[in-house]
């Protein structure tokens, strides 16, 4: 079965600051990972994905995430923290058999709060 | 706007009674997901459809919840005889079938039962 963890439940930065939210991921073939972002009393946003190919994946407002197959993790990063990134961040596994095939679910972790400080 | 919708956006419901749930995808989007999240969580995925076909279904839809998407376009997610556990943000997404990878997600229902 597919799992993601989370570590930490808030991460807190300075504005300006690089900031790295981590994540850890459990599968039993390939990974599809994805990161999205959360505002209060809005939906999921889509922030990036990692397929396959280049380990590293740059994505929308400035994010990147490095995926590392030997770490099973999948850390989102930002060379310098804005304070409306401030929100809750929610990594993703889709778990892709060897064969191509397998469940289209996507598994969540429980999630990061953000604060960036000004 | 042309993103994922949900009607309603809250529903307070008292113990017992049913409620249904809209969701409209993104128009050129045929897999349709339905997720629940409660408070302090991510999102628990329920069910999936590919047009009309249901093709996969969490053990977490009990046999209170059905959903359905007709005509391969919008769903509905009911839940019937509702208990106070049901209490959660249910949320829709929807994905392309050819490198629809990621899933974009509605604003979600809020259920409260009271």
């Known amino acids: 079965a597919q799992s993601v963890a989370q570590p930490e439940d808030q991460v807190n930065v300075a504005e300006g600051n690089p900031l790295t939210v981590k994540c850890t991921y459990s599968?039993?073939?390939?990974?599809?990972l994805f990161w999205y972002v959360q505002y209060p009393n809005r939906g999921l946003q889509f922030l990036l994905k990692?397929?396959?190919?280049?380990?590293l994946v740059k994505g929308s407002y400035g994010f990147e995430a490095e995926f590392n197959k030997s770490q099973t993790s999948f850390h989102l990063k930002k060379p310098s923290a804005l304070v409306s990134d401030s929100a809750l961040y929610f990594c993703?596994?889709?778990?892709?058999?060897?064969?191509?095939?397998?469940?289209?679910?996507?598994?969540f972790g429980k999630g990061t709060k953000l604060s960036v400080i000004p | 706007d042309t993103g994922v919708s949900q009607d309603p956006r809250h529903k307070i419901t008292k113990r017992g009674q049913n409620v249904t749930f809209r969701c409209d995808p993104i128009?050129?989007?045929?897999?349709l997901y339905w997720y629940r999240q409660t408070l302090g969580q991510g999102p628990e995925f329920l069910t999936y459809?590919?047009?009309?076909?249901?093709?996969?279904k969490s053990r977490l839809l009990s046999d209170r919840f059905s959903a359905e998407r007709p005509k391969g376009s919008f769903s509905t997610l009911e839940i019937q005889r509702t208990e106070q556990g049901d209490s959660a943000m249910y949320l829709c997404?929807?994905?392309?079938?050819?490198?629809?990878?990621?899933?974009?997600f509605g604003p979600g229902t809020r259920l409260t039962v009271t």
């Open positions: 990692y397929i396959t190919g280049d380990n």
């Open positions: 993703a596994v889709r778990d892709i058999a060897h064969s191509g095939a397998g469940s289209y679910q996507l598994t």
């Open positions: 599968v039993s073939g390939n990974p599809y």
């Open positions: 128009s050129e989007h045929n897999r």
């Open positions: 997404a929807s994905s392309l079938k050819t490198g629809g990878y990621e899933q974009y």
């Open positions: 459809f590919q047009n009309e076909a249901q093709l996969e």
